[in-house]
């Protein structure tokens, strides 16, 4: 029979999920790691998706004007995406200035960043689909788990 | 100037090209998604030589990268196609003896792509450019064992919490996010064929950034489009205050009933 999930079991999923950093971020004790850059890193790939998936969204948003005849609806979430990026932006690069890598100017860092979203989004989502498929191999027939 | 047109044209348009037929994978129009995956698969392909053909862009690592794990990669996601459609499923498309092989197939694309961190030989595919560990290298297997682990140990515990026909499902989750955590350890206590362990550590944590960015920022635009959705979807009226359907909007229904009743053989 299937339990319920309450909120105390996607406390402790999220906590699983973050186990495998706790554990790295505590192994590095006296390590190198520069944590300005790694802050860099954690905004830049915030804002890339940020954006990328926006764009995605707003795409989206046609055809769900369409179909619910809502012709306000994409321009109105263009809003709210565009406010909300500008005041995340604004709030982010405020403190530090520009998000710069290791990249001589803007345009080469923007350029990176996509290429590094997509380097990243290919990663993250491999390992999705593999976890998707690895579940689905092993689903028991229907007969095998009434036993 | 002329460098950085071809660079435009034979890397940074087949990336749009392939993002453009994702776009396009949407629309309901057959002909239209046919034309999308002919861009894609153009897209694709030209990107996958930029290696070659404009070698001097630094982005033109990334499809160095993107067609020396192609091979791990295709073994891998076939191999589980290959496992998921010979098992016990009403729609099996492979005689049941294929599922070992299947599952070897994925083994072995795993097993590919963990040996090309640790052994440098001619048979693996290479990890280098330039003379160096390529930079897209040290972002994607870091990033692809955390998310491997992070993703499979929470998923392993939320799918027990489903409930039935999946404990060996789960099981299985525990076991594969598990061991890509250990190999993520080992790689950050052992040094690698062409990386020290403390680089490899370091890419990591630079990973954990990347990931968390990432799903925040997905998180973000998720609730912020949310928003603008439910501010509609608020002003509808609930289902038991609509008027009922007039003859048209029923014809319309009876229409969509009858195309989608019945089906061919294999479904």
Same mark, same amino acid.
């Given at each position: 029979?299937?339990?319920?999930?309450?909120?105390?079991?996607?406390?402790?999923?999220?906590?699983?999920?973050?186990?495998?950093?706790?554990?790295?971020?505590?192994?590095?004790?006296?390590?190198?790691?520069?944590?300005?850059?790694?802050?860099?890193?954690?905004?830049?790939?915030?804002?890339?998706?940020?954006?990328?998936?926006?764009?995605?969204?707003?795409?989206?948003?046609?055809?769900?004007?369409?179909?619910?005849?809502?012709?306000?609806?994409?321009?109105?979430?263009? !809003?709210?995406?565009? #406010? /909300?990026?500008? &005041? $995340?932006?604004?709030?982010?690069?405020?403190?530090?200035? =520009?998000?710069?890598?290791?990249?001589?100017?803007?345009?080469?860092?923007?350029?990176?960043?996509?290429?590094?979203?997509?380097?990243?989004?290919?990663?993250?989502?491999?390992? !999705?689909?593999?976890? #998707? /498929?690895?579940? &689905? $191999?092993?689903?028991?027939?229907?007969?095998?788990?009434? =036993? | 100037?002329?460098?950085?047109?071809?660079?435009?044209?034979?890397?940074?348009?087949?990336?749009?090209?392939?993002?453009?037929?994702?776009?396009?994978?949407?629309?309901?129009?057959?002909?239209?998604?046919?034309?999308?995956?002919?861009?894609?698969?153009?897209?694709?392909?030209?990107?996958?030589?930029?290696?070659?053909?404009?070698?001097?862009?630094?982005?033109?690592?990334?499809?160095?990268?993107?067609?020396?794990?192609?091979?791990?990669?295709?073994?891998?996601?076939?191999?589980?196609?290959?496992?998921?459609?010979?098992?016990?499923?009403?729609?099996?498309?492979?005689?049941?003896?294929?599922?070992?092989?299947?599952?070897?197939?994925?083994?072995?694309?795993?097993?590919?792509?963990?040996?090309?961190?640790?052994?440098?030989?001619?048979?693996?595919?290479?990890?280098?450019?330039?003379?160096?560990?390529?930079?897209?290298?040290?972002?994607?297997?870091?990033?692809?064992?955390?998310?491997?682990?992070?993703?499979?140990?929470?998923?392993?515990?939320?799918?027990?919490?489903?409930?039935?026909?999946?404990?060996?499902?789960?099981?299985?989750?525990?076991?594969?996010?598990?061991?890509?955590?250990?190999?993520?350890?080992?790689?950050?206590?052992?040094?690698?064929?062409?990386?020290?362990?403390?680089?490899?550590?370091?890419?990591?944590?630079?990973?954990?950034?990347?990931?968390?960015?990432?799903?925040?920022?997905?998180?973000?635009?998720?609730?912020?489009?949310?928003?603008?959705?439910?501010?509609?979807?608020?002003?509808?009226?609930?289902?038991?205050?609509?008027?009922?359907?007039?003859?048209?909007?029923?014809?319309?229904?009876?229409?969509?009933?009858?195309?989608?009743?019945?089906?061919?053989?294999?479904?």
């Amino acid at each position: 029979m299937s339990k319920r999930i309450g909120p105390r079991h996607l406390i402790f999923a999220g906590l699983l999920f973050l186990l495998p950093t706790m554990v790295l971020v505590l192994l590095s004790g006296n390590s190198s790691y520069d944590t300005e850059l790694g802050l860099t890193r954690f905004l830049n790939a915030f804002l890339t998706s940020y954006t990328i998936a926006s764009v995605f969204f707003v795409v989206n948003m046609f055809q769900y004007s369409k179909s619910r005849k809502e012709p306000t609806a994409p321009w109105v979430s263009m !809003v709210y995406a565009a #406010v /909300l990026g500008i &005041f $995340v932006t604004f709030l982010l690069t405020s403190q530090g200035g =520009l998000l710069m890598e290791e990249n001589g100017s803007q345009r080469a860092q923007i350029l990176y960043n996509i290429i590094h979203f997509i380097v990243t989004s290919m990663a993250i989502l491999t390992a !999705v689909g593999v976890m #998707v /498929l690895l579940s &689905f $191999v092993n689903l028991e027939s229907k007969d095998e788990s009434d =036993l | 100037m002329e460098n950085e047109l071809f660079v435009a044209l034979l890397l940074w348009a087949p990336l749009g090209l392939v993002f453009l037929s994702l776009g396009l994978q949407f629309r309901k129009d057959q002909a239209t998604q046919k034309i999308g995956k002919v861009l894609g698969g153009v897209g694709i392909v030209v990107f996958s030589t930029s290696f070659i053909t404009v070698p001097s862009s630094p982005s033109a690592a990334s499809s160095a990268l993107f067609v020396s794990i192609l091979p791990s990669l295709l073994l891998m996601f076939i191999g589980l196609y290959v496992a998921l459609f010979a098992g016990d499923v009403p729609v099996r498309r492979f005689p049941p003896h294929m599922r070992p092989i299947g599952l070897l197939m994925f083994v072995l694309g795993f097993a590919l792509l963990e040996a090309m961190h640790w052994n440098k030989t001619d048979w693996i595919p290479s990890t280098n450019w330039e003379g160096e560990t390529n930079r897209f290298w040290m972002i994607f297997r870091p990033t692809f064992l955390l998310a491997m682990s992070s993703f499979l140990l929470a998923g392993g515990y939320v799918v027990n919490l489903i409930g039935q026909r999946i404990s060996q499902t789960s099981r299985m989750l525990y076991l594969m996010g598990g061991s890509s955590f250990l190999l993520l350890l080992l790689s950050v206590l052992v040094n690698g064929s062409q990386t020290s362990s403390e680089e490899f550590h370091n890419s990591v944590l630079f990973a954990a950034s990347d990931l968390l960015g990432f799903l925040a920022g997905i998180g973000l635009t998720v609730l912020s489009f949310g928003l603008a959705i439910w501010q509609f979807e608020r002003k509808r009226p609930e289902l038991n205050k609509l008027p009922p359907p007039n003859q048209d909007q029923l014809a319309q229904a009876a229409q969509i009933i009858q195309q989608n009743l019945g089906g061919s053989e294999d479904e």
